[in-house]
C-alpha cells in the first residue's frame, strides 16, 4: 500500500514542480488579486507554498485516478 501511495505521490511531487516554474514564470505572485479585485497581500512565498501544495493535490488526485482504474479489478 505504501508503495502504491509513493508511486503516486513522488510523481505528483515532481509534476507540481514543474507547474510551479511553468507558472510563476510568467505570473507575479506580487499582483495577485482576489476574484473581487482585492490585492492578495500575501508574500510571495506563501504564494509559493499555496500554490505549489494546491498544484501537488491537483496532479496527485489525477494521478491516483489513474492508478485506482488501471489496476486489476481482482486486486482492488
Keep these: 500500500m505504501m508503495q502504491r501511495a509513493l508511486?503516486?505521490?513522488?510523481?505528483?511531487?515532481?509534476?507540481?514542480g514543474v507547474l510551479?516554474?511553468?507558472v510563476f514564470a510568467v505570473i507575479d505572485p506580487a499582483e495577485l488579486h482576489?476574484?473581487?479585485?482585492a490585492a492578495l497581500n500575501w508574500s510571495t512565498?506563501?504564494?509559493?507554498?499555496?500554490t505549489f501544495l494546491i498544484f501537488w493535490?491537483?496532479?496527485a488526485a489525477a494521478?491516483?485516478?489513474?492508478?485506482w482504474?488501471?489496476?486489476?479489478?481482482?486486486k482492488r
Design 57 to 59: 493535490a491537483a496532479v
Design 45 to 50: 512565498q506563501a504564494v509559493y507554498t499555496v
Design 34 to 37: 482576489w476574484f473581487g479585485g
Design 69 to 74: 482504474l488501471s489496476a486489476d479489478p481482482r
Design 7 to 16: 508511486r503516486v505521490l513522488w510523481p505528483a511531487f515532481l509534476a507540481a
Design 20 to 22: 510551479e516554474m511553468l
Design 63 to 67: 494521478s491516483a485516478a489513474t492508478a
